[in-house]
Structure formats: structure tokens, C-alpha cells
């Protein structure tokens, strides 16, 4: 019998953790808790999960300060919860590393839904790099210096690798796999997080975070359509 994907789920709200660890322990996760950001980093240095649930204002050690220590070594899926859907605390933690972002109050059911679409698209990327085989033409987008390798989940530019989240790798690949296609943001919602239904200002947060990677390579990968959406930046 396989094991059960592990979900540590960090908030200081305990009737929100049993809610929360109740909806994924029916939907077959074994789930851990944790009531502060502190005590939730000691968890992963102890065992990292497959995904972490973390609310973002908490005592002792909030989310986005949880999050930033985790990925000092960690890649794994980040959704984070607040009470606050503002953009200042989307942005923040979605240019931190986070995966997803959900506002309280939300449905169990939604929740459980996001997690299940961002384990699918981590799940290709837990294969060490080092033994992949090479990879076929098909298996690589490239479009002037942007090159991605779709078996080794890694981007490119100018041979300078930037590094991306599972989400951003698939909303930059949905752009390069259709050059010169402008995409609304209904499109890359499909595209990127098949059936969950997430805010414009989720996919707005990722493009700019892409942006941003890049721009620091000395690169620029997305072009906004104003009034419809956005395309890739290269010809």
C-alpha cells in the first residue's frame, strides 16, 4: 500500500486546523499541525511534507517569514491562507515562493482542490535533475534565448538558469508553447490550474514574480495585452 502524501498545515486558528486537517485526512492525506510559523519550521527540519498549508498572520513566526526560511533549502508547494486578500499580501507571498494563495473564508472542498492541482504539477518536478535522461527535441520549448526543458522542470536565458516555481513553469509554458497567441487570464487559469478557479490577481501575482526572475537574467518574457491578458514577450 502506498503512503499517504503528507500535509503540514500551519495556522494559529485550532478550530481552522482540525476544519482544514478533517477535509484532507477524508480526501486521503495524512496531515500534520502546527499553531505557529516557528513551530511549523521545526516540523519540516524534522520531515518535509509533500505540501505545507500556511496561513500568513500568526504569532511567533508569521507565514511569509516561515516561508522564506523553508525556502532557503526546500522546494516544496506552498499555499498559503489569509484573511487578508489584499494584493500586498498576495504579492508578498507569491514572490516569496508560494505556489497558491487562498483567502479566508473559503470552502474545505476548495481548498482540497487547489492542493490536489499544485501536487499534480510538483509531482514530475520530484525526480533528481541528475538522473534524467536527455531530452528529446519535443521535450524542450525554446524561443530566442528563453529555452525550458519540460523533463527537468528548468528555464533558461541565454544559457542562465531561472529558477521558477511549479505554477510559474507552467503558466511561461503555456505562453511559449503558442508565441504571438495573447492569452486572456481565463486561458492560463485552465491552462495552469485546470479545474480550480482562482482570482485574475493570482495569475497577475505569478506573471509579475516570472517577471521579475527574469528581468534579473536581463531578460523580459511577457508582454501585457491591455484588455485581454498577456503574451509571450519574444517574437
Not at 153 to 177: C, D, I, K, M, P
Request: a negative charge; aromatic letters at 6%; proline letters at 6%.
Amino acid at each position: 500500500m502506498s503512503e499517504r502524501p503528507s500535509i503540514l498545515v500551519v495556522d494559529d486558528d485550532p478550530h481552522l486546523r482540525e476544519v482544514v486537517g478533517f477535509a484532507l485526512s477524508q480526501a486521503g492525506f495524512h496531515v500534520e499541525q502546527a499553531a505557529n510559523g516557528r513551530a511549523g519550521l521545526e516540523q519540516v527540519r524534522r520531515s518535509v511534507p509533500a505540501l505545507i498549508v500556511l496561513d500568513i498572520m500568526m504569532p511567533e513566526m508569521d507565514g511569509l517569514e516561515m516561508c522564506r526560511e523553508v525556502r532557503r533549502a526546500h522546494e516544496v508547494p506552498i499555499v498559503f491562507l489569509s484573511s487578508r486578500d489584499d494584493e500586498v499580501d498576495r504579492i508578498l507571498g507569491l514572490e516569496l515562493g508560494g505556489d497558491d494563495y487562498i483567502a479566508k473564508p473559503f470552502s474545505p472542498r476548495e481548498l482540497v482542490a487547489r492542493i490536489k492541482a499544485v501536487l499534480r504539477r510538483a509531482r514530475a518536478n520530484a525526480s533528481p535533475a541528475s538522473s534524467a535522461p536527455a531530452p528529446s527535441p519535443a521535450q524542450v520549448l525554446q524561443r530566442g534565448p528563453l529555452r525550458m526543458d519540460l523533463d527537468l522542470w528548468r528555464a533558461y536565458w541565454n544559457g542562465q538558469e531561472v529558477v521558477l516555481t511549479v505554477t510559474e513553469f507552467h503558466l511561461l509554458a503555456a505562453l511559449l508553447r503558442a508565441p504571438g497567441k495573447a492569452f486572456t487570464r481565463d486561458e492560463l487559469m485552465t491552462r495552469v490550474y485546470e479545474d480550480v478557479v482562482v482570482s485574475d490577481r493570482t495569475i497577475d501575482s505569478h506573471v509579475r514574480h516570472i517577471r521579475q526572475k527574469f528581468a534579473s537574467a536581463g531578460g523580459e518574457v511577457i508582454q501585457t495585452v491591455h484588455g485581454l491578458g498577456y503574451r509571450l514577450a519574444l517574437p
